[in-house]
């Protein structure tokens, strides 16, 4: 054993659970973070995902609370996530590595009632785990409040821009506690508004970065497969997913750009006899979990998704990521692919390129420094080939930055005049966006999610 976790200074109910869980190794990103965490800094750290992010935060935060018994009622803890999923994800890590230990953790998310959410709050966990909408409508009803807060937590703050949830993350902020430790995880730091998050949360960071947010998963294997139009790459999936390499292939994630899209692959691939399933953000929690738990069980291997859909899913064992429609950017390339080739296992990912979209591949692998082998179905070659040598040759690869999906980009406007309500009910027409279906929250409606209505 190269570096055990014994060697941060963990309590043993702490080293227990993590050989609980069968980790003897502490991940990268984990060695850099642990030992500044535990020293009290504040931290921004960029990694990728599937490095280990989520005990790097956890670890130094449960050690401290073993360490020091609660010195207030309150909550202790705040870790803002974007989505739903990754909210219960981080709920399992903890009740896995803090099982020998008699912490608690709550999980307020939107999707669920809240009244049992308010009673849950009541009980003051220890570790509060929740998605900005949701969490800010507690708050400004009073079921709880941020004072006593010794570490804060903003996991995938990127995806949480993405999502729209500035204002709320930026009201979150000015009502935690100030004597606190704050730590901001992302994949990338180019995503515009990051700053502001990082101003307002962290006080004199330490940057951690492990990996390049441009170094694609070295496990993964990129393959482009060409294609005349939509009609053509319906017919070369089902042709891949039934022959070779495709039909040997487990777990099956597939990406569309639209939720529309996303439906009609579905229903088209179920036509043919595979086993698929579609996710998209519109489906209520129960659902998802259902729709997961198929593909984990095995009942389905092909789950089809879009970005925002996708965002926080880990499902493990990923043999094959399909891009069935180039996504909109580097980054949305990265999160996508990074899905495959996990842990050891070497993973593939293929990217169905019409000729509209050609472009878009070459810039994102350009950004990317990434090389797209082309993948051919014999038999099924369409006319598209790349476009002609005589127009590329003419083109000058121009080192164009491909930055966040620029229809994402969050209202400023409202996020300012927001900050200056904190505290006040919002109106019902407030554009506030929110992770998901706000049941039990009747009154005060919210609009669903940017990413969501986007195709
Ligand atoms: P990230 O937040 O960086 O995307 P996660 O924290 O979700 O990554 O971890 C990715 C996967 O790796 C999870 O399945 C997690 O259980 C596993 N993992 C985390 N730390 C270790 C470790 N030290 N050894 C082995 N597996 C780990
Ligand atoms: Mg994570």
Request: glycine content about 8%.
């Amino acid at each position: 054993m190269r570096d055990p976790f014994s060697a941060f200074d963990l309590p043993d109910a702490l080293l227990r659970g993590l050989d609980k869980l069968g980790f003897n190794e502490p991940t990268p990103v984990q060695r850099q973070v642990i030992p500044l965490a535990n020293a009290g800094a504040d931290l921004l750290v960029t990694a990728a995902t599937g490095t280990g992010k989520t005990l790097a935060f956890l670890l130094p935060m449960l050690r401290r609370f073993l360490a020091t018994p609660a010195p207030r009622k309150g909550i202790r803890a705040l870790i803002l996530v974007p989505t739903r999923e990754l909210a219960y994800q981080i709920q399992d890590h903890f009740l896995q590595v803090a099982s020998f230990t008699r912490l608690t953790a709550g999980v307020i998310v939107g999707g669920v009632a809240a009244s049992h959410q308010v009673n849950a709050l009541r009980r003051n966990p220890d570790i509060l785990i929740a998605t900005p909408g949701r969490l800010l409508d507690h708050l400004e009803r009073g079921a709880t409040d941020l004072g006593d807060l010794e570490f804060l937590v903003l996991d995938e703050a990127d995806r949480m821009l993405d999502m729209g949830f500035a204002p709320d993350v930026m009201e979150i902020i000015q009502t935690c506690n100030e004597e606190r430790q704050s730590l901001l995880f992302s994949a990338t730091l180019s995503r515009g508004g990051l700053q502001s998050f990082i101003d307002a949360a962290l006080r004199d960071p330490h940057r951690v970065q492990v990996d390049s947010h441009r170094a694609a998963h070295p496990d993964v294997r990129h393959r482009r497969l060409l294609a005349d139009d939509l009609e053509h790459k319906h017919r070369l999936l089902l042709a891949y997913l039934t022959q070779g390499e495709g039909e040997a292939a487990g777990k099956i994630l597939i990406f569309t750009n639209t939720r529309e899209r996303a439906t009609a692959l579905g229903n088209f691939l179920m036509g043919n006899g595979q086993r698929a399933a579609s996710l998209h953000g519109e489906l209520d929690q129960p659902e998802r979990v259902r729709v997961l738990n198929l593909l984990r069980e095995g009942r389905i291997r092909v789950l089809i998704a879009t970005d925002v859909a996708a965002r926080g899913l880990d499902v493990p064992g990923m043999d094959l990521v399909i891009n069935f429609d180039v996504p909109r950017s580097g980054s949305d390339y990265l999160h996508r692919t990074g899905r495959t080739g996990r842990a050891g296992a070497v993973g593939l990912a293929i990217t169905l390129v019409s000729p509209p979209e050609w472009n878009r591949m070459e810039s994102i692998e350009r950004y990317l420094q990434l090389d797209l082998q082309p993948l051919t179905l014999p038999g099924l070659e369409g006319r598209f080939r790349g476009p002609s040598p005589s127009r590329s040759a003419g083109k000058k690869p121009q080192p164009k930055v491909l930055t966040a999906p620029t229809a994402k980009a969050p209202k400023v406007k409202d996020r300012h005049r927001d900050r200056k309500n904190i505290g006040k009910r919002r109106q019902p027409s407030a554009p506030t966006a929110t992770a998901g279906a706000e049941a039990g929250f009747a009154p005060l409606k919210r609009q669903p999610e940017p990413g969501k209505g986007q195709p």
